[in-house]
């Protein structure tokens, strides 16, 4: 399906008023303040239904989210993320940034595979342990995936460099921190 919209920069100048210069513009009527634009782009729009005449692969992805107690069954297909899948599909799932530099998203994978070019969010070690990130996973075969604790991922990449382990709340210290304020 082929949709055609309106220019993107020219719809932005249709919403300001601009004076127009008539020995450069001699088509405008007199008393014209904006312009309106004849350039149509084409967009290509896909819906599920005209996913399969693409030709790309879909994979089944089941999530098991330990926080909800729920387990999310859908497909998504091997160019899309499959948090924008899940989501498209009414699914919600757990996530912050949507940019892979979090943990939000955390999963560990259980079976099957996928690829993640632009999780920063993780360490190639974590990578290499079977964890990976939602937000910016395609799978590339079936998959099935666990969520984790946020703050437990970012203790297994980051913990080593805190010397005393894990940092306790204080809630006198805060307390007191913010009386100070």
Excluded at 20 to 47: D, H, M, Q
Excluded at 148 to 171: K, S, T
Aim: aromatic content about 8%.
């Amino acid at each position: 399906m082929a949709l055609i919209l309106p220019c993107t920069f020219c719809t932005s100048l249709q919403q300001k008023n601009f004076l127009i210069n008539r020995r450069y513009s001699p088509n405008f009527r007199r008393g014209a303040t904006t312009t309106t634009c004849e350039f149509r782009i084409p967009v290509e729009v896909s819906t599920p239904s005209d996913r399969g005449s693409l030709n790309v692969p879909s994979h089944k992805v089941t999530v098991h989210d330990r926080q909800r107690g729920v387990v999310h069954e859908f497909e998504v297909p091997e160019d899309q993320y499959i948090l924008h899948s899940a989501e498209s599909q009414n699914i919600t799932l757990p996530f912050a940034c949507r940019h892979g530099c979090c943990t939000s998203c955390a999963v560990r994978v259980k079976s099957g595979e996928l690829r993640q070019p632009q999780a920063l969010g993780i360490s190639a070690e974590l990578k290499s342990q079977g964890y990976a990130l939602l937000c910016v996973g395609f799978p590339t075969s079936d998959l099935e995936v666990e969520t984790q604790d946020e703050d437990e991922v970012y203790w297994l990449q980051f913990g080593r460099y805190f010397a005393r382990g894990p940092i306790e709340r204080d809630d006198y210290a805060l307390e007191l921190a913010m009386g100070d304020e």
